[in-house]
């Protein structure tokens, strides 16, 4: 069950991983931790600022 699992997680997900510093990401980390208190998964939380970031790019 495991392999199966796997296999559809790499055929249908892309994943990254991102190290932010506390001293120069700060604000970034506050906000993405006040997110998670109020329920918010990183998947929705990383939408939620790039539709942010495409609204405000212009």
């Known amino acids: ?7 559809y997680a790499k ?3 892309k994943q990254y991983a991102i190290h932010l510093r506390k001293d120069n990401d700060h604000e970034l ?3 993405v931790e006040e ?3 109020k329920g918010k ?4 939380i990383f939408r ?6 495409q ?3 212009e």
């Open 48 to 53: 939620q600022m790039v539709e942010c970031y």
């Open 1 to 7: 069950m495991y392999e199966a699992q796997r296999k």
């Open 29 to 31: 980390i506050a906000f």
């Open 41 to 44: 998964n990183i998947s929705e």
């Open 11 to 13: 055929k249908t997900y």
């Open 55 to 57: 609204n405000n790019k």
């Open 35 to 37: 997110q998670k208190r």
